[in-house]
């Protein structure tokens, strides 16, 4: 719980300081990170290129 309030912290702050790309890249790598494991390897590859054009990175 801790860890989720602090990811959504850090997304409003970065929004709240109008860093839309911070904002955008923080979401995107947590709903990685949440949903990799439940898609479709093409769903997966979709979403990692999603997360890669912010500048995030994700586990293979």
Not at 20 to 27: C, I, P
Not at 49 to 55: M, Q
């Amino acid at each position: 719980m801790l860890q989720s309030i602090r990811h959504h912290r850090d997304v409003f702050a970065a929004i709240s300081e109008g860093d839309g790309l911070t904002a955008s890249r923080l979401a995107r790598e947590s709903l990685y990170a949440y949903y990799a494991e439940r898609v479709s390897p093409a769903d997966r590859a979709v979403m990692a290129d999603l997360v890669r054009e912010c500048g995030g990175t994700v586990s293979d």
